[in-house]
């Protein structure tokens, strides 16, 4: 199943972080988060269709935990490389801007992906246009995008493919 | 629990200050983003959580800023690198490519 719409998306998840924060289900904390979460909501709301692409079945909730998984995997082994890298002497870089290709079609899932990749080791997403993405990598290995991208992007994208869009 | 908060404390700790230093250390502020984006993302997360182990009344405050965290900062940190390279700040000489040079235009 896969919304159409991101509204109920964003109303169910402020409704989640102003359960998280107030920790209470008093009568007047929920009136006055449920009015809230409709003010911000419908602030916002032209910018909901970000969360559309969503999808929300039981595999798909399976993967989202895979991701994040996959993702503090990633960010521990980043800081770890940079600690080494810092820590030698010699400073071992050899940066540069990559460019890597997308197959995210979404807002949030290219949002997602760029994200994950400024967190992973050595690699910092600089620009995002169209279906290419700008990366600066602090070191550069190979010359083409195809070898880029399978070093850079395909680690994530199978997985968050299944996530969202 | 005291034991666990202190250390994911204590590794926290150590990863700023290892981001600190690469801030020193790097060439440019692409590269000086590169160490600090990842350690002050990993290092705020585990003082939180050694903290959430500390105090388990904040946990879920706790877990939520990490979320928080997770989310910005690497937005923020895009951001900025974006806005260095439009605002036309060089690589450092030791730099070995630019992919994103000639694309500017188009954007």
Same mark, same amino acid.
């Given at each position: @199943? ?55 079945? &039981? ?11 996959? =993702? ?21 870089? +050899? ?5 890597? +290709?997308?197959? @995210?079609?979404? &807002? ?18 600089? $620009?995002?246009?169209? $279906?290419? @993405? ?21 680690? =994530? ?9 | ?107």
């Amino acid at each position: @199943m896969k919304s159409r719409n991101g509204l109920p998306f964003l109303i169910a998840a402020l409704a989640a972080v102003w359960l998280l924060v107030t920790s209470s289900v008093r009568l007047d904390e929920l009136a006055v988060g449920a009015l809230a979460v409709l003010v911000v909501a419908l602030a916002v709301r032209k910018l909901s269709g970000v969360f559309a692409g969503i999808r929300f079945t &039981p595999r798909s909730a399976a993967f989202a935990v895979v991701y994040v998984l996959i =993702f503090l995997r990633e960010l521990v082994k980043a800081n770890l490389d940079v600690a080494l890298r810092v820590l030698n002497p010699a400073l071992p870089i +050899r940066p540069g801007i990559v460019e890597v +290709r997308t197959g @995210m079609k979404s &807002p949030l899932g290219k949002l997602l992906l760029a994200n994950s990749i400024t967190l992973t080791p050595g690699t910092l997403t600089l $620009d995002v246009q169209e $279906d290419r @993405m700008y990366i600066h990598w602090i070191d550069v290995k190979g010359q083409d995008i195809e070898g880029a991208t399978k070093a850079i992007v395909t680690a =994530f994208e199978g997985t968050l493919k299944e996530v969202v869009e | 629990m005291t034991i666990v908060g202190n250390f994911f404390i204590l590794l926290g700790s150590a990863f700023l200050v290892l981001g600190g230093l690469g801030l020193l250390r790097m060439p440019d502020v692409y590269n000086r983003l590169q160490a600090g984006t990842k350690a002050s993302t990993l290092g705020a997360m585990s003082v939180l959580l050694g903290s959430a182990f500390l105090a388990p009344g904040i946990a879920t405050k706790a877990v939520l800023v990490i979320a928080f965290i997770a989310l910005a900062n690497p937005i923020s940190s895009s951001t900025i690198g974006r806005s260095a390279y439009k605002a036309g700040v060089p690589l450092a000489p030791v730099s070995v490519r630019d992919d994103l040079k000639d694309k500017e235009s188009n954007a």
